[in-house]
């Protein structure tokens, strides 16, 4: 029997960058949990690139990271002129194209913004510096909520004394395996004094059907 806390949840925040494969799956199972239970998602951009600018963890994909931030920017002037429901739209086309297509670069940025159905003009802000502070200042705030030890996928559930990392999904459960998850998820942070479920991971991303 699910938990009334489960499915009375109503709207949760999303932080994510469009690089992270782990990110990507479990923001997919999230979209499908939102369908079935009527969730509004806040989409909020965290920057993997400015979160790991001193990790050397993270040198083998920095490439990768430099070449995208210019969508970054992008989603957040995405957010500031068309809403939050257009920064689902694009992060769905750019994370298709990235991880479904191989554009690990986002050389087709254009397309994903046409494919989001916004206009074209939005391609000029993949070089305007002056949404770098905002970009900072939300990954600052989810980086705060679970402090270093974590970053994303990042689900803030309103009213859970406990913020956690995850789930991070290979493969993410579909149906009602989806739902089942999503109760014991949410059960989990009503507990103030859990912080570590894990184990090793021994699988690459099995990131599931590609998104129409």
């Known amino acids: 029997m699910r938990s009334a806390l489960a499915t009375d949840v109503s709207s949760v925040r999303f932080f994510f960058d469009p690089v992270c494969p782990w990110t990507w799956i479990t923001s997919r199972w999230l979209v499908e949990v939102a369908e079935q239970r009527s969730i509004a998602v806040s989409w909020e951009i965290f920057s993997l690139r400015y979160r790991n600018r001193d990790n050397p963890g993270y040198d083998w994909v920095r490439d990768e990271m430099n070449a ?5 920017r992008v989603l957040q002037a995405t957010r500031h002129r068309f809403g939050n429901d257009a920064v689902a739209r694009l992060y769905t086309t750019m ?5 479904h297509d191989r554009d690990d670069n986002l050389t087709r940025l254009d ?3 046409a494919a989001a159905g916004l206009p074209p003009e939005l391609m000029d802000e993949t070089t305007r510096e002056e949404w770098d502070d905002s970009i900072v200042a939300s990954t600052d705030e989810g980086w705060a909520m679970l402090g270093d030890d974590a970053g994303i996928p990042l689900i803030v559930i309103p009213d859970n004394p406990t913020v956690l990392f995850g789930p991070v999904l290979s493969p993410a459960p579909t149906g009602a395996d989806a739902l089942d998850l999503w109760d014991a998820f949410v059960t989990l942070g009503r507990f103030g004094g859990v912080y570590e479920i894990k184990r090793t991971r021994n699988v690459r991303p099995i990131l599931g059907p590609r998104p129409a």
Do not use: K, S
Not at 68 to 72: A, N
């Open 68 to 72: 995208q931030y210019p969508g970054l």
């Open 95 to 99: 994370g298709t194209l990235i991880h």
């Open 111 to 113: 397309e994903a913004v």
